[in-house]
């Protein structure tokens, strides 16, 4: 089944600073969607973006898709360490319904 | 709103035991999913349903899981008899399935240790 590759798996940065993950993707997909997940606690929807969309923006958060090279990217700018989560990439396959396949993930450790 | 519900948090066990962990998801929401996650694989989706009716339960493991939505308020996943492997947390998400592929919204998951 299609997966979701993050890069790096784990990044840790200085509050203040810019985090940028990855995610790569096999297959056609219908939408990408971000989800942070906090120790201990279910994921939390941060962003969706559509195959037909390259940029979109979301406060701090700005999300990245290249339907040509199977990728997309999430920055988040002026970290905190409340960004402090590991972060998921989910892709909904076209013509795959409603399921979402999630990749790996990205821990993220933001230190003051 | 209450958000989805899982119950219970935390369940501990000993092989061969059955264990049935309970869901409840946003009112108005049709879509149900279920997902284990663990270190060594990550989240895998297990089965989801739509308007009650198991669309794609490819990821269940084997015939000890078993996953039933008898009304649209409550489903439940059971694994009869558990094993140490089956150790893992378990989550139930819900969606309004109208739109393709929307946001899904997450509980906050049982976490199950099977001796």
């Known amino acids: 089944s299609q997966q979701g590759e993050e890069d790096p798996q784990a990044l840790s940065i200085q509050e203040g600073e810019n985090a940028t993950m990855n995610c790569s993707y096999k297959?056609?997909?219908?939408?990408l969607q971000w989800y942070r997940q906090n120790s201990g606690r279910g994921l939390v929807h941060l962003i969706l973006i559509r195959s037909n969309e390259r940029e979109k923006h979301s406060g701090r958060l700005r999300v990245t898709l290249d339907t040509s090279k199977k990728s997309s990217s999430l920055l988040i700018t002026a970290s905190r360490a409340a960004d402090t989560a590991s972060y998921f990439c989910?892709?909904?396959?076209?013509?795959?319904?409603?399921?979402?396949?999630f990749g790996t993930g990205t821990q993220l450790k933001v230190e003051l | 709103d209450a958000g989805v519900i899982q119950s219970p948090r935390h369940e501990v066990t000993e092989m061969g035991q059955e264990v049935t962990l309970r869901c409840k998801p946003i009112s108005g929401h049709n879509s149900l999913f279920w997902y284990r996650q663990t270190m060594m694989r990550g989240l895998e989706l297990l089965i989801y349903f739509n308007n009650n009716v198991p669309i794609d339960d490819s990821g269940m493991p084997e015939d000890r899981f078993s996953a039933k939505m008898p009304n649209a308020s409550f489903s439940t996943l059971k694994i009869q008899p558990s094993e140490p492997r089956d150790s893992a947390v378990y989550f139930c998400?819900?969606?309004?399935?109208?739109?393709?592929?929307?946001?899904?919204?997450f509980g906050p998951g049982t976490r199950l240790t099977v001796l």
């Open positions: 297959t056609s997909i219908n939408n």
């Open positions: 998400a819900s969606s309004f399935s109208e739109l393709i592929n929307n946001e899904q919204f």
């Open positions: 989910a892709t909904g396959l076209a013509g795959g319904g409603n399921k979402l396949t």
